[in-house]
Structure formats: structure tokens, C-alpha cells
């Protein structure tokens, strides 16, 4: 199964916008507190996670800084995707101070955000890691951060779904009971997506039965339990992907993955995220 979809033409464009929306937000015109430091001041900062984490978004964190100064010099002491420890020194910072300490909290909220998405994922990933069963995100994302999410969640070590509603049709429940006729629907979905995905939602058994019948090779079981997955699994022999989604945690993951479903998608990997707490302190100063 291919884990990134996210192109690197697409990863860039997304790094760039993501910064230029946040540092605009966040500085506008001017940055009135970095304005009662003198122009001329140096700086060495550096970062430390006060948590156990996986360190995601690091280009996001150089690129705030660099946008603001492209002299700043970044020495990063850990790798993206890096298991650190709590109070462990991630990066040191050198450079003018007055952008450095500009570009800090920016900075910080990108790494912050998606090292939390990348830490949770990575807990799923092993909690299934004995099994065939894959974890795939889903499109539960803060809005503007969806391919930084995204990446992030690979950095994990899990897997993305589509990006957006543009590269993949999911035909769900409303999308069933808007139709005029189901047996329509995988036809329409190939006239209008040649070579791409089509997954189609699944509530119940009978649901599942009949869209194997009518030839769907990709199918979401939304909210079976453990019962209903295991015979989802007998009836489809093999003839379609099957992934499970709704009410996963971690404490039942394993027993999902044992299914026999080939994948597990999580809204909680992007939506229900706890922010990595990390810190930046100015460590020498010097003005010339």
C-alpha cells in the first residue's frame, strides 16, 4: 500500500503557504515586542521538548525562521521522526534576535502540532504492528494544515487516505441515500474517476453483501463492532479492501486489526490532538 500521496512540489507549496498565513496573522505589519530589542542584536536559542515525543515538522520550523531571516542558522541535534525524551535539546538557533524571537512562537506551533499527530500515530502503528492490518488518517483535519497533517501522520508511520475530495471518491451515507438508484453508483464513479479510488461506506452486513455485489473492490465498515467486522471479513473472501472506521482507540485497535481487515482509518490521529509541549529559551546574548 503506498503510504504518501503528498508529491514534493505539493509538500513545498504547502510549507510556504502554511508559514505566510501564520507569520501574517500573527506579526501583520510589525512585531511591536521585538522592537524594544536593538536591531543590531545576536542570539543563540534553543529548543527542548519537555515530553516524550516523535519530532514531526521540522521543515515548517526552519522555514518560519528562515522567511522571516535567511541568515539564521538552525542546528538541529535530533532527526524528523526521531523518538526524544523528556527535556531532551532538540535544536539550537543562531542568528539576529529580533526575528528569532519573532519567529518563535510560529515556529513552535507548527512543530508542536505535528509532532503530536506523528506521536499518536506511531502508538497506533505499533499497537497493530503484529498484524496485516494498516492505519490510515482520514480527512478530519484543522483546516490549512491538511497536507501538513497529513505528512505527519506518515512521519508516524501511518498511512493517508485522499488528500482531498478532488483525487479519491468515498461515496457515504448521505451520498447513498442522495441517489436515485445505488446500482448506478459504481458506474457514475467510474465515468467520473478513472484510475482513482472508489471506497464506498457500509453501515450493516446486508449493506456490505450487496455493494460486493455490484462489484465494489474498496469498502469502509463504519461502526461494526468486533462481532459484525469478523463476519464482514468471512463474507467478503478476500474480494475487496476492507477498512474499519468509528470508535477506535487503543485500547481496541488490536482486537480490529485481528479482524482481518486490511485497514484502520482514525479521525483522531488530526482531530483529537494534544499539542507536544515544547519550549524555546534565548540562551547567549549580544549586541554590537
Not at 542568528?95 to 519567529?103: D, K, Q, S
Not at 468515498?170 to 441517489?179: Q, V
Not at 463476519?231 to 476492507?242: H, T
Amino acid at each position: 500500500m503506498q503510504r504518501s500521496k503528498i508529491n514534493k512540489k505539493t509538500l513545498i507549496e504547502a510549507i510556504r503557504k502554511n508559514i505566510k498565513t501564520a507569520l501574517q496573522e500573527d506579526i501583520a505589519n510589525i512585531d511591536l515586542s521585538a522592537q524594544l530589542i536593538e536591531a543590531k542584536s545576536f542570539a543563540m536559542a534553543y529548543v527542548k521538548s519537555k515530553e516524550s515525543a516523535i519530532i514531526s515538522g521540522i521543515p515548517w520550523f526552519n522555514s518560519t525562521f528562515l522567511m522571516l531571516d535567511p541568515k539564521i542558522k538552525i542546528k538541529w541535534l535530533v532527526k524528523e521522526g526521531e523518538i526524544v525524551k523528556k527535556n531532551q535539546r532538540l535544536c539550537e538557533i543562531y542568528g539576529r534576535a529580533r526575528p528569532i524571537l519573532t519567529g518563535e512562537r510560529v515556529a513552535l506551533n507548527f512543530l508542536q502540532t505535528l509532532s503530536a499527530t506523528s506521536t499518536i500515530t506511531q502508538q497506533y502503528v505499533k499497537a497493530i504492528s503484529n498484524t496485516d492490518a494498516k492505519i490510515f488518517d482520514t480527512r478530519k483535519t484543522i483546516p490549512g494544515l491538511r497536507i501538513a497533517q497529513k505528512y505527519a501522520v506518515t512521519i508516524g508511520g501511518g498511512n493517508n487516505q485522499r488528500i482531498g475530495l478532488y483525487d479519491q471518491i468515498l461515496i457515504k451515507e448521505n451520498h447513498i441515500k442522495s441517489s436515485k438508484k445505488i446500482d448506478n453508483l459504481l458506474p457514475l464513479a467510474l465515468k467520473h474517476a478513472k484510475n482513482k479510488d472508489i471506497q464506498i461506506e457500509v453501515e450493516n452486513l446486508d449493506q456490505l453483501k450487496k455493494f460486493l455485489e455490484l462489484g465494489f473492490k474498496n469498502i469502509l465498515l463504519d461502526n461494526f463492532n468486533i462481532k459484525n467486522l469478523n463476519k464482514a471479513v468471512l463474507i467478503n473472501k478476500k474480494r475487496a479492501i476492507l477498512e474499519a472506521s468509528g470508535n477506535i482507540t487503543l485500547k481496541n485497535v488490536k482486537k480490529i486489526a485481528l479482524t482481518g481487515v486490511n485497514r484502520i482509518s482514525l479521525g483522531s490521529l488530526t482531530k483529537n490532538i494534544k499539542a507536544i509541549d515544547l519550549s524555546m529559551k534565548i540562551e547567549t546574548f549580544k549586541s554590537l
